[in-house]
């Protein structure tokens, strides 16, 4: 026969754990859980180096295969065989990590600019989607459609050239004396000026080459880009292969390069004669 008291120690106990199952849930905790895991996001235009969203250069082997991280044990926003004063550097990778520097490129300036030429075109979601798009190959990277200005193909420059801080006024006080030609298609400056007897001001050529004073005297009716090229600043004919972005118009990056003497035979050179 059963022991009364150990018989009834299971009953209490069979009662106990039943209550216990039946008890209402009143509240989950939510201060426990697991970590989020850290995913970066990379770059893939070459097949020996990578570039995350950290600013870290990392050989593609070495990334980890979880996190997709480069290790953290190299130099942050490295700018390694970059040219600081043009911000163009002679691989993609490094001109990445370069361009997510805060002190090279300001996140509140980037957000503003446009994807694509279009108007209708979004803008950056982030300065990591900047920096990958504009280290890409540019117009600021060739002489016009095929062949590189230098080494120094990976540009990440923001792009100011614009009608802020130029006004009418100083403008024409710039160009006094000057008479401004828009020179035939295929045609030198020099060759423009000659043909009304006077001669091509290349001290003056800065003056035209901004985007306001082209579309002053042009149509550019598909925009006004930067670009790299002795024919600058100029407008593309509407009859130029589609490429080469016909009724665009074009100044030049770099002031120092601009010259009378250069031409294009798919573009038209608006030149300062006198």
């Not at 803008?123 to 459609?145: K, L, P, Q, W």
């Not at 880009?225 to 665009?248: I, R, T």
Request: charged share 20%; net charge positive.
């Amino acid at each position: 026969m059963a022991n009364p008291r150990l018989l009834l120690r299971r009953i209490l106990c069979v009662a106990a754990a039943a209550a216990f199952l039946s008890a209402p849930v009143f509240a989950i905790r939510k201060d426990i859980g697991f970590a989020a895991p850290i995913i970066c996001r990379t770059t893939v235009q070459g097949r020996h180096l990578i570039s995350d969203d950290n600013g870290y250069v990392c050989s593609a082997l070495s990334i980890d295969p979880w996190s997709r991280c480069c290790p953290q044990t190299g130099e942050r926003f490295s700018c390694q065989g970059c040219n600081l004063d043009s911000q163009c550097c002679n691989s993609y990778e490094y001109c990445v990590s370069c361009c997510l520097n805060p002190s090279m490129t300001k996140e509140a300036d980037v957000l503003k600019l446009k994807v694509a030429k279009p108007v209708t075109a979004g803008t950056y979601a982030n300065i990591f989607d900047f920096c990958m798009g504009r280290c890409r190959h540019s117009s600021a990277s060739v002489v016009h459609e095929n062949a590189y200005l230098s080494d120094f193909h990976h540009c990440f420059l923001v792009q100011q050239n614009s009608s802020a801080g130029s006004t009418e006024s100083n403008f024409g006080s710039r160009l006094d004396g000057i008479n401004v030609i828009l020179g035939r298609q295929g045609e030198s400056c020099s060759s423009a000026c000659r043909a009304k007897g006077q001669s091509c001001v290349p001290s003056r050529l800065s003056e035209l080459n901004k985007c306001q004073i082209l579309q002053k005297y042009m149509r550019c009716k598909n925009g006004c880009f930067p670009s790299l090229g002795p024919d600058q600043p100029a407008e593309v004919v509407d009859e130029a292969p589609k490429n080469l972005n016909p009724g665009a118009c074009l100044y030049m990056q770099m002031d120092d390069r601009l010259t009378c003497d250069g031409s294009h035979q798919h573009t038209r050179r608006l030149c300062p004669c006198a």
